[in-house]
């Protein structure tokens, strides 16, 4: 089965910018839904974004209007474009699939300070 690996965290400012991305280890055509989730130091897990196949994409909405979910299957690769940044935004980054949820991946940290 496709297992994922979570990479592009790192140290930002409030307001910055930063691409993660979310490499498959197999194609992703035959996969309904990825998404993204995060998970901040003493909170559960939290789902940020999906991309479903159609070109369908779906947001929270802590993030709507600032993170965009692009999904490229010649890639096997799923991207999450993240704009003006806040400090809530801290968290480890994962993504998976759905509905078949697959052992989850080393995730991706970002950190949001000055």
């Known amino acids: 089965q496709v297992q994922f690996v979570e990479s592009g965290g790192g140290l930002v400012q409030p307001g910055g910018s930063l691409r993660l991305s979310c490499a498959a280890s197999g194609s992703i055509d035959h996969i309904y839904d990825i998404s993204w989730y995060r998970q901040a130091p003493e909170k559960g897990r939290e789902w940020v974004a999906r991309a479903i196949r159609g070109n369908i994409t779906l947001y929270a909405d802590s993030v709507k209007g600032r993170f965009t979910i692009s999904r490229i299957n010649a890639e096997n690769t799923v991207y999450l474009q993240m704009n003006s940044l806040k400090p809530d935004d801290a968290a480890v980054y994962y993504c998976?699939?759905?509905?078949?949820?697959?052992?989850w991946g080393p995730g991706t940290q970002v950190i949001v300070s000055s």
């Open positions: 998976n699939s759905r509905p078949t949820v697959v052992r």
